[in-house]
């Protein structure tokens, strides 16, 4: 539970989200252009294959962009009605077992019920909450943050068809620039979990095309 339960919200994107983002965006462009045959492409293929990937990542995008915001506000009204709880009840044990029941559970351990009555007399000197729970320009912002970081991931891989009339060269130049950037994601993943990031990122390379092939497989 937030001291300020409705003003505050996670950070817009946490490292964590974007690497899986941007994981994301690339499994859904690669399972496009994974769709090419080398030896019968040609240019209205790869016009074809320019838009699905375009608009796939777009559709995705706004969805996951979407799906962020109300995963946003489902939190912030988990914890005002957290914090509603706590202000309402009368029975000072049962305020201090919601708080910490909304900490995590280290934490909680850790805290002597004198520690959480001081919590809980902090709490009630807040001001009065708003009837529910709104989102506000942080998490529009981290909405953006994710539909962008989807889109754009796109265009990394599809450049090569852009600006090479070698079509064959250009979806192997495409391909190298996916396994690149899903080591470079794995390898983010590493540093920032605390494992070995060159391990993390191989795996993401074997993973990501684990997922494209059962991608196409069922059709995708």
């Not at 009065?128 to 942080?138: C, I, Q």
Request: charged letters at 20%; aromatic letters at 6%; a neutral charge.
């Amino acid at each position: 539970m937030s001291i300020e339960p409705v003003q505050s919200s996670k950070r817009a994107l946490e490292p964590i989200d974007r690497v899986s983002e941007v994981l994301f965006g690339l499994i859904m462009v690669l399972a496009v252009t994974g769709s090419l045959s080398v030896a019968e492409v040609g240019r209205e293929d790869i016009r074809t294959m320019l838009i699905s990937a375009l608009g796939c990542n777009l559709a995705w995008g706004i969805i996951d962009a979407v799906l962020f915001l109300m995963e946003g506000l489902a939190g912030k009204s988990r914890d005002l009605m957290g914090f509603q709880a706590v202000r309402k009840t009368a029975d000072r044990h049962q305020a201090q077992r919601l708080i910490a029941e909304a900490l995590p559970p280290v934490v909680a351990s850790i805290l002597t019920p004198a520690e959480l009555e001081a919590m809980r007399l902090r709490l009630m000197q807040l001001p009065d909450p708003p009837g529910h729970a709104r989102l506000d320009k942080d998490d529009w912002r981290g909405a953006l943050g994710v539909f962008l970081l989807v889109f754009l991931s796109t265009f990394p891989v599809v450049i090569p068809f852009i600006f090479m009339h070698d079509t064959v060269l250009a979806l192997r130049v495409s391909n190298a620039i996916a396994v690149v950037l899903l080591f470079i994601s794995g390898y983010a993943f590493g540093r920032i979990t605390g494992r070995r990031p060159v391990r993390l990122g191989i795996a993401m390379v074997v993973l990501g095309a684990i997922l494209v092939g059962l991608t196409m497989a069922l059709g995708g």
